[in-house]
T-cell receptor, first 113, second 110 residues
Framework: GAVVSQHPSWVICKSGTSVKIECRSL??????MFWYRQFPKQSLMLMAT?????????EQGVEKDKFLINHASLTLSTLTVTSAHPEDSSFYIC?????????FGDGTRLSIL | GIQVEQSPPDLILQEGANSTLRCNFS?????LQWFHQNPWGQLINLFY???GTKQNGRLSATTVATERYSLLYISSSQTTDSGVYFC????????????FGTGTRLTIIP
């Protein structure tokens, strides 16, 4: 069964709205979680590493003020896309290591109108 | 950072055919995974294979870590095998961060 749960699966909202995506580890604790983004017909690119109890680490080129990450507990990380615009429309997916291999959520398809 | 290239980028085959997908990486790794991304975007874990050979039904994979490549074999292809296949690696200096390859889009024709 699934070991990482991600919600929501789909979000459609107006430009300027902030959107929160949740990533939960099921039945295990994850001090680290990862957030990826995938544009149509492209590969997955790491956006940031979410660290429980401390600041997230962002990859080069990812705006930390636009993509807010909170990892307030050992089983939950959230990604908030603030003031979303059409160019933020993408597929966002999280992962959590449970030893090896890494396990992924089912992803969130975000469409900004 | 580590570079991960997959070939071929696109592959169209008749149902029942066999295929080999390749993943080349530029540095030593301590994790390599193969995924199948279905049309809904879900990443299906196929293999965790940082070295050696594994088989699971019609699928098998081999990683030659010293030569920095991995191969995914699909035998007797079915239409449900269609989708995008990714390999992803963690370099020995990568701190658990997975770097995804460029992907191979496989289309199986009935």
């Amino acid at each position: 069964g699934a070991v990482v749960s991600q919600h929501p699966s789909w979000v459609i909202c107006k430009s300027g709205t902030s959107v929160k995506i949740e990533c939960r580890s099921l039945d295990f604790q994850a001090t680290t979680m990862f957030w990826y983004r995938q544009f149509p017909k492209q590969s997955l690119m790491l956006m940031a590493t979410s660290n429980e109890g401390s600041k997230a680490t962002y990859e080069q080129g990812v705006e930390k003020d636009k993509f807010l990450i909170n990892h307030a507990s050992l089983t939950l990380s959230t990604l908030t896309v603030t003031s979303a615009h059409p160019e933020d429309s993408s597929f966002y997916i999280c992962s959590a290591p449970l030893g090896q291999p890494q396990h992924f959520g089912d992803g969130t398809r975000l469409s900004i109108l | 950072g580590i570079q991960v290239e997959q070939s071929p980028p696109d592959l169209i085959l008749q149902e029942g055919a066999n295929s080999t997908l390749r993943c080349n990486f530029s540095d030593s790794v301590n994790n390599l995974q193969w995924f199948h991304q279905n049309p809904w975007g879900q990443l299906i874990n196929l293999f965790y294979i940082p070295s050696g050979t594994k088989q699971n039904g019609r699928l098998s994979a081999t990683t030659v870590a010293t030569e920095r490549y991995s191969l995914l074999y699909i035998s007797s292809s079915q239409t449900t095998d269609s989708g995008v296949y990714f390999c992803a690696v963690v370099s020995n200096f990568g701190n658990e961060k997975l770097t995804f390859g460029t992907g191979t889009r496989l289309t199986i024709i009935p």
